[in-house]
């Protein structure tokens, strides 16, 4: 799933009836979810003795998956789609930045401070903000008293780095 | 009346001083952290509890009533304000809620749901107290196959959330089925898409996937289009309070929304989802203006929220009479009430009624003192949305990172809550409503282990759905609520084409 | 107790911090894991041990950090490989995880922690509706016997210790496990809803959940799976029904692998000097837990028998494959 499937899209009208090639994906990746929940479906051992078992539930949604693909392959073949307005790529991508560093930082045990910093000052700066220094200091602060508020009066660990390790 | 004696009793223990001073303080740490993202009333409570320790039992009892009903309030105030709901019950609130708070009527929306909650948690109590044997007979009376013709019902009301085409609704909700597969099957012990990975085998939590489609992909969406026209948020427009027209258009709902709670609520696994939304769903088709729903309209704030407060009343009936902690937040309340030698069950009312009437009577103090104590914050709250855009929404998703940490500290949870960012973010560019999603996983796993439940019983014969009148009723009513619009509407066409 | 008073003192006066625990001359600073979310079972076992450990003055401080996931397959997991060598470190568990380890295929499995000590156990109880027509242990059994699809268990997870209960039951009695007609519900209370409501023919839980409803005569106990008559309960054993079934739903604490005998050494004493502090029988009594405090070898043996058993039955339901 990437965020500019579409944003590279010109604005369109409301008039527009062509083709959605946005609309096209969303039918494949509909149709495609539905495969991966029947093959899923058939790895199940079905050893339920009484009623209904595992792999039903499953094989009813796949087929509503499917029946949808087709529907919204039909809106999109129509041009049915609501019109978009053109999105801003960079905002989008600095944000997703903020969270894959966040992610990365706890993961390599950098810490709540550290990880939560990064993505307060990534996320202001898609907002148009260039204050980094001035912003990494106010996320500095809030995300420490977050923090210990969670640890000292909570007694619920947040994970711990090598500044939470300092407190 | 034996009842109404004891209750005065207990109120009159209830409003010395310092059990006042305890139950304010329970209200306003409940509020404070009931209000943060992703931290719902469970988790809250769990967090809590542990203060209350400390005091004698009937301070303790009311403290901790206040953290309960703070703990419920809290999220709908960061669902209207920035569209975070802090738990899965507050969610119908952020849909309208959310359209007031940005068209400047944060104030009146806030106002309606503190006092909707009042009023609904009011007469819960009521409720609680004195139809709470009879409740319960009724509600042991519910079998499986009678859950999954509720859930039936409840998936046809689903429909209000849909927007203008049935397809992309339908679209999002067999999302939300699809994450609600993910996880162990409770019925076989079998691992479903879970690819290997096992932190999945837990499931979607519902928290990640709400606070992922509606606070990140909202931040990722708002921060998309800023180049377009700056977002002014006027955090006031009109009148901070509500005006007598809101008063005219909520009280019906509050109404509506405690008739749905509480007995939704006092279901075993009734739970308080599907009374908000059926209530939702009830004041649009009742609404004389339905236009406004999606836009901003009060009874879309001020029904789901009565519903909210009046299903966590509901919710004590089962938990008092039968010791059956019926939702996670019970199960934490039941821990509580242990802890201060209050065991729950069918004697509690025969061998403590000191201790029940006094916990009925802290319900009844605690509920007011929330009113007490948000009314006047209103104002402070509205206040939030005059933060600089990049502050709010970094603030926003700092807070959401901390919900998930703070329930499930792991790299494959804050990897889902960025990846249902994304998702929300699109669902949002291409005009699929994102409430079905949630409302997908909720109640698809329900409706499922109670289906197949109820074919266990039956040893697979699926008349079973019938034979039972409960089920019967109710499959009834969501097939007549199914087919009227498309009845309605062929009428209406019929009629023009006459013309 | 210090530190709650500190901890209340400093939420009311909101953001207050408190300052660490009041200096005490113990050195054993715990972290304690519960592969629950917070408020669960063993959440609650983590955070007593906490309140007992610290207020006993034998740790100096005492962390909980909650890893939740799959019956604990998922802290385990983590528990094992992060933890190794750390011989300050403790996680809590259950009879629960010995079956969800092995449902869920863990590569990770109890042999490779260090056992520490059992803490406390709960005996299960098999009731029916008060109008129901079964009356005994025996006549559950005959009814298993004429029809075993016509009887339906309800109870928690699949896999977890009612499930276990409902299959050796008709394992003891001569049935087929396989084909025993039971019902998982979440949480006890919708399965005791379901039986209140007689939805189904029996129920599995632990004594304590259903002790109300049994002396307020809206439940029949058939037995309880404890080896001899219990103190104030008046409920035969199955034993004593001629049904050889001996089952109790325990919780213990173990340390991971790789550790020195001196550092298992350390942690097992305080473990049994905690047991055996004031502030743990408290704790016992307020929540309501049986003690049963098992340590050394004795209960590594326990662990390597009860996983044998369980594994064993889940594999003659199918639930695992052999």
Redesign the interface.
């Given at each position: 799933?990437t965020?500019d499937?579409?944003?590279s899209d010109l604005p369109r009208g409301p008039a527009s009836r062509s083709i959605d090639r946005?609309?096209l994906v969303?039918a494949l990746a509909?149709a495609a979810?539905a495969a991966?929940?029947v093959w899923?479906?058939s790895q199940?051992?079905s050893?339920?003795?009484?009623?209904?078992?595992?792999e039903a539930?499953?094989v009813v949604?796949a087929v509503?998956?499917g029946i949808?693909s087709i529907?919204?392959l039909i809106?999109a073949l129509r041009g049915n789609?609501?019109a978009?307005?053109s999105?801003?790529?960079k905002?989008?991508w600095?944000?997703?930045a903020?969270?894959?560093l966040?992610?990365a930082i706890?993961?390599f045990g950098g810490g709540?401070i550290l990880?939560?910093t990064a993505?307060?000052?990534t996320?202001?700066?898609?907002?148009?903000?260039r204050a980094i220094l001035a912003?990494s200091a106010?996320?500095l602060v809030?995300?420490t008293?977050?923090y210990?508020?969670?640890d000292?009066?909570?007694?619920?660990?947040?994970?711990a780095g090598p500044l939470e390790r300092l407190l | 009346m034996d009842s109404f004696a004891a209750l005065a009793h207990g109120m009159a223990i209830a409003v010395q001083p310092m059990n006042l001073l305890y139950a304010l303080i329970g209200v306003f740490l409940g509020t404070a952290v009931g209000v943060l993202p992703g931290i719902g009333p469970a988790l809250t409570v769990a967090l809590l509890l542990p203060v209350t320790y400390k005091l004698d039992p009937g301070g303790s009892l009311i403290m901790f009533a206040g953290i309960y009903y703070g703990g419920m309030y809290g999220g709908s105030t960061t669902a209207i304000l920035i569209n975070t709901p802090g738990e899965s019950a507050s969610m119908a609130t952020a849909l309208e809620g959310n359209k007031m708070a940005k068209a400047g009527r944060g104030g009146p929306a806030l106002a309606t749901s503190a006092i909707g909650s009042f009023v609904a948690g009011t007469i819960a109590t009521l409720g609680l107290a004195f139809l709470a044997p009879w409740l319960v007979d009724v509600a042991v009376r519910f079998g499986p196959e009678d859950y999954f013709a509720l859930m039936c019902l409840a998936f046809v009301t689903v429909s209000a959330t849909f927007g203008d085409s049935p397809v992309r609704g339908l679209t999002s909700l067999f999302i939300g089925l699809t994450l609600g597969l993910i996880g162990i099957d409770k019925l076989t012990g079998q691992a479903r898409l879970a690819f290997g990975i096992p932190e999945l085998l837990d499931g979607v939590e519902v928290t990640t996937l709400a606070v992922g489609l509606f606070a990140v992909g909202e931040a990722l969406y708002v921060a998309s289009r800023r180049h377009h026209a700056e977002e002014k948020l006027e955090p006031v427009r009109g009148s901070l309070w509500m005006t007598k027209e809101d008063w005219k258009r909520s009280w019906k709902p509050w109404l509506r929304g405690t008739l749905f709670g509480f007995p939704i609520g006092a279901l075993p696994a009734g739970g308080a989802e599907i009374p908000t939304f059926l209530s939702y769903s009830t004041e649009k088709r009742l609404a004389k203006h339905p236009e406004e729903f999606g836009k901003g309209a009060i009874e879309g704030v001020a029904g789901p929220e009565a519903a909210n407060n009046a299903s966590a009343a509901g919710t004590l009936v089962p938990l008092l009479t039968l010791g059956l902690p019926t939702s996670a937040t019970a199960a934490m309340m039941l821990a509580g009430f242990q802890q201060y030698g209050l065991n729950p069950g069918p004697l509690l009312f025969a061998e403590r009624p000191d201790l029940v009437w006094g916990l009925i009577a802290s319900l009844f103090i605690a509920n007011a003192m929330l009113l007490i104590l948000n009314l006047p914050l209103v104002g402070l709250w509205v206040k939030l949305l005059a933060i600089p855009q990049p502050w709010l929404y970094a603030g926003i998703l700092v807070f959401a990172t901390m919900g998930t940490l703070a329930a499930k500290p792991s790299v494959v949870e804050l990897s889902m809550l960025a990846g249902f960012g994304v998702m929300g973010f699109l669902m949002r560019r291409f005009d699929f409503p994102i409430a079905p999603v949630v409302i997908g996983l909720i109640l698809g796993p329900i409706a499922e282990s109670q289906l197949r439940r109820a074919l266990a019983i039956s040893l697979g014969d699926p008349m079973t759905l019938l034979q039972s009148s409960i089920s019967a009723a109710l499959l009834g009513v969501a097939l007549i609520a199914l087919l009227a619009p498309f009845v309605l509407k062929g009428l209406g066409r019929f009629k023009a084409n006459e013309d | 107790m210090a530190s709650f008073q500190t901890r209340l003192l400093g939420a009311v006066v909101a953001l207050m911090l408190a300052a660490s625990c009041p200096a005490l001359s113990q050195q054993l600073e715990l972290k304690l894991m519960a592969p629950a979310a917070p408020g669960g079972g063993w959440d609650q076992t983590a955070r007593a041990m906490q309140q007992a450990l610290v207020a006993a003055g034998i740790a100096r401080s005492v962390q909980v950090t909650n890893v939740a996931g799959a019956g604990g397959s998922v802290g385990i997991a983590q528990f094992v490989n992060g933890a190794k060598g750390d011989g300050n470190q403790m996680m809590v568990n259950g009879f629960v995880m010995v079956g969800a380890l092995a449902m869920n295929r863990s590569p990770v499995t109890l042999d490779q922690v260090t056992p520490i000590a059992r803490l406390t156990e709960e005996t299960q109880v098999i009731v029916v509706p008060a109008n129901s027509p079964i009356k005994t242990a025996q006549d559950l059994a005959s009814a298993l016997k004429a029809d075993i699809a016509k009887v339906t268990f309800a109870g928690g997870s699949a896999g977890g210790v009612d499930h276990v209960m409902a299959a050796l039951f008709a394992r003891t009695i001569g049935a087929d496990a396989k084909k025993v007609n039971y019902i998982p519900f979440s949480g006890g209370g919708e399965s005791l809803a379901a039986i209140l409501g007689a939805k189904v023919t029996a129920g599995i839980s632990g004594l304590s959940e259903y002790e109300g409803q049994i002396k307020s005569g809206k439940l029949r106990a058939l037995g309880v799976t404890s080896e001899k008559r219990m103190a104030g309960v008046d409920i035969p054993t199955f034993r004593e029904q001629g049904i050889d079934m001996v089952l109790a739903n325990w919780r213990s604490v173990v340390a991971p692998p790789g550790i020195t005998a001196e550092q298992r050494k350390t942690l097992s004493d305080a473990v049994e000097r905690m047991v055996k502090s004031d502030a743990w029988k408290d704790i016992l009594k307020q929540k309501g837990w049986d003690d049963a405090y098992l340590g050394g070898d004795a209960f590594a043996d326990f662990l390597k028998k009860e996983n044998a058993r369980v594994t064993d039955v889940l594999k003659s339901v199918g639930l695992v494959k052999s």
């Amino acid at each position: 799933m990437t965020p500019d499937s579409a944003p590279s899209d010109l604005p369109r009208g409301p008039a527009s009836r062509s083709i959605d090639r946005s609309g096209l994906v969303i039918a494949l990746a509909l149709a495609a979810l539905a495969a991966v929940l029947v093959w899923d479906a058939s790895q199940l051992q079905s050893n339920t003795v009484y009623g209904m078992g595992p792999e039903a539930m499953p094989v009813v949604i796949a087929v509503g998956l499917g029946i949808l693909s087709i529907g919204n392959l039909i809106d999109a073949l129509r041009g049915n789609l609501p019109a978009r307005e053109s999105a801003d790529p960079k905002a989008v991508w600095l944000i997703l930045a903020g969270l894959a560093l966040l992610i990365a930082i706890i993961g390599f045990g950098g810490g709540f401070i550290l990880a939560t910093t990064a993505l307060f000052v990534t996320t202001s700066a898609a907002f148009g903000r260039r204050a980094i220094l001035a912003d990494s200091a106010i996320a500095l602060v809030m995300t420490t008293l977050i923090y210990l508020a969670f640890d000292r009066l909570l007694t619920l660990s947040l994970p711990a780095g090598p500044l939470e390790r300092l407190l | 009346m034996d009842s109404f004696a004891a209750l005065a009793h207990g109120m009159a223990i209830a409003v010395q001083p310092m059990n006042l001073l305890y139950a304010l303080i329970g209200v306003f740490l409940g509020t404070a952290v009931g209000v943060l993202p992703g931290i719902g009333p469970a988790l809250t409570v769990a967090l809590l509890l542990p203060v209350t320790y400390k005091l004698d039992p009937g301070g303790s009892l009311i403290m901790f009533a206040g953290i309960y009903y703070g703990g419920m309030y809290g999220g709908s105030t960061t669902a209207i304000l920035i569209n975070t709901p802090g738990e899965s019950a507050s969610m119908a609130t952020a849909l309208e809620g959310n359209k007031m708070a940005k068209a400047g009527r944060g104030g009146p929306a806030l106002a309606t749901s503190a006092i909707g909650s009042f009023v609904a948690g009011t007469i819960a109590t009521l409720g609680l107290a004195f139809l709470a044997p009879w409740l319960v007979d009724v509600a042991v009376r519910f079998g499986p196959e009678d859950y999954f013709a509720l859930m039936c019902l409840a998936f046809v009301t689903v429909s209000a959330t849909f927007g203008d085409s049935p397809v992309r609704g339908l679209t999002s909700l067999f999302i939300g089925l699809t994450l609600g597969l993910i996880g162990i099957d409770k019925l076989t012990g079998q691992a479903r898409l879970a690819f290997g990975i096992p932190e999945l085998l837990d499931g979607v939590e519902v928290t990640t996937l709400a606070v992922g489609l509606f606070a990140v992909g909202e931040a990722l969406y708002v921060a998309s289009r800023r180049h377009h026209a700056e977002e002014k948020l006027e955090p006031v427009r009109g009148s901070l309070w509500m005006t007598k027209e809101d008063w005219k258009r909520s009280w019906k709902p509050w109404l509506r929304g405690t008739l749905f709670g509480f007995p939704i609520g006092a279901l075993p696994a009734g739970g308080a989802e599907i009374p908000t939304f059926l209530s939702y769903s009830t004041e649009k088709r009742l609404a004389k203006h339905p236009e406004e729903f999606g836009k901003g309209a009060i009874e879309g704030v001020a029904g789901p929220e009565a519903a909210n407060n009046a299903s966590a009343a509901g919710t004590l009936v089962p938990l008092l009479t039968l010791g059956l902690p019926t939702s996670a937040t019970a199960a934490m309340m039941l821990a509580g009430f242990q802890q201060y030698g209050l065991n729950p069950g069918p004697l509690l009312f025969a061998e403590r009624p000191d201790l029940v009437w006094g916990l009925i009577a802290s319900l009844f103090i605690a509920n007011a003192m929330l009113l007490i104590l948000n009314l006047p914050l209103v104002g402070l709250w509205v206040k939030l949305l005059a933060i600089p855009q990049p502050w709010l929404y970094a603030g926003i998703l700092v807070f959401a990172t901390m919900g998930t940490l703070a329930a499930k500290p792991s790299v494959v949870e804050l990897s889902m809550l960025a990846g249902f960012g994304v998702m929300g973010f699109l669902m949002r560019r291409f005009d699929f409503p994102i409430a079905p999603v949630v409302i997908g996983l909720i109640l698809g796993p329900i409706a499922e282990s109670q289906l197949r439940r109820a074919l266990a019983i039956s040893l697979g014969d699926p008349m079973t759905l019938l034979q039972s009148s409960i089920s019967a009723a109710l499959l009834g009513v969501a097939l007549i609520a199914l087919l009227a619009p498309f009845v309605l509407k062929g009428l209406g066409r019929f009629k023009a084409n006459e013309d | 107790m210090a530190s709650f008073q500190t901890r209340l003192l400093g939420a009311v006066v909101a953001l207050m911090l408190a300052a660490s625990c009041p200096a005490l001359s113990q050195q054993l600073e715990l972290k304690l894991m519960a592969p629950a979310a917070p408020g669960g079972g063993w959440d609650q076992t983590a955070r007593a041990m906490q309140q007992a450990l610290v207020a006993a003055g034998i740790a100096r401080s005492v962390q909980v950090t909650n890893v939740a996931g799959a019956g604990g397959s998922v802290g385990i997991a983590q528990f094992v490989n992060g933890a190794k060598g750390d011989g300050n470190q403790m996680m809590v568990n259950g009879f629960v995880m010995v079956g969800a380890l092995a449902m869920n295929r863990s590569p990770v499995t109890l042999d490779q922690v260090t056992p520490i000590a059992r803490l406390t156990e709960e005996t299960q109880v098999i009731v029916v509706p008060a109008n129901s027509p079964i009356k005994t242990a025996q006549d559950l059994a005959s009814a298993l016997k004429a029809d075993i699809a016509k009887v339906t268990f309800a109870g928690g997870s699949a896999g977890g210790v009612d499930h276990v209960m409902a299959a050796l039951f008709a394992r003891t009695i001569g049935a087929d496990a396989k084909k025993v007609n039971y019902i998982p519900f979440s949480g006890g209370g919708e399965s005791l809803a379901a039986i209140l409501g007689a939805k189904v023919t029996a129920g599995i839980s632990g004594l304590s959940e259903y002790e109300g409803q049994i002396k307020s005569g809206k439940l029949r106990a058939l037995g309880v799976t404890s080896e001899k008559r219990m103190a104030g309960v008046d409920i035969p054993t199955f034993r004593e029904q001629g049904i050889d079934m001996v089952l109790a739903n325990w919780r213990s604490v173990v340390a991971p692998p790789g550790i020195t005998a001196e550092q298992r050494k350390t942690l097992s004493d305080a473990v049994e000097r905690m047991v055996k502090s004031d502030a743990w029988k408290d704790i016992l009594k307020q929540k309501g837990w049986d003690d049963a405090y098992l340590g050394g070898d004795a209960f590594a043996d326990f662990l390597k028998k009860e996983n044998a058993r369980v594994t064993d039955v889940l594999k003659s339901v199918g639930l695992v494959k052999s």
